[in-house]
């Protein structure tokens, strides 16, 4: 009789063949899948829930009617160009460069005349920007 233990031999389990399958799946879920386009938002502005406005002792306040006028400090800006509205900015900015420029756009307005006032405001060297909106509350949307 024999009666020592007989030594068991443990089972494998092989790795490589699932890692190789695996890879083969990701592979195919990458070259399948379809991205969405992000130009298919429908976004509405400019209205946010913002805490109340700040008051800045050095602000200039600009703003932009949907048909592309300016004004600044509630005065008519002659002229849609740059460089008009450049030297409206200077001129109402008495802090200079430190003014802060607060962009009040109308919601309607082209996005090539928000960057016109933008592009003023640098070429001018003034960098602090901001914009004002509305709270949806007052604006009627839920």
């Not at 063949?17 to 429908?42: G, H, N």
């Not at 802090?95 to 001018?124: F, L, N, P």
């Amino acid at each position: 009789m024999n009666f020592r233990p007989h030594p068991h031999d443990e089972p494998e389990i092989n790795l490589i063949p699932f890692i190789d399958v695996l890879l083969v799946v990701l592979i195919f879920l990458m070259l399948s899948t379809t991205y969405s386009k992000f130009t298919e938002l429908q976004v509405k502005l400019p209205v946010a829930d913002a805490e109340q406005q700040r008051d800045y002792p050095k602000e200039v306040i600009v703003a932009v009617s949907s048909d592309g006028r300016y004004m600044v400090n509630k005065a008519l800006v002659e002229g849609r160009g740059i460089d008009a509205l450049g030297a409206a900015l200077v001129e109402a900015a008495r802090a200079g460069k430190e003014s802060v420029i607060i962009i009040s756009a109308d919601a309607s307005a082209t996005h090539q005349a928000v960057i016109t006032v933008m592009e003023a405001a640098r070429r001018q060297g003034m960098t602090q920007i901001t914009f004002a909106t509305q709270s949806s509350a007052r604006a009627g949307v839920k």
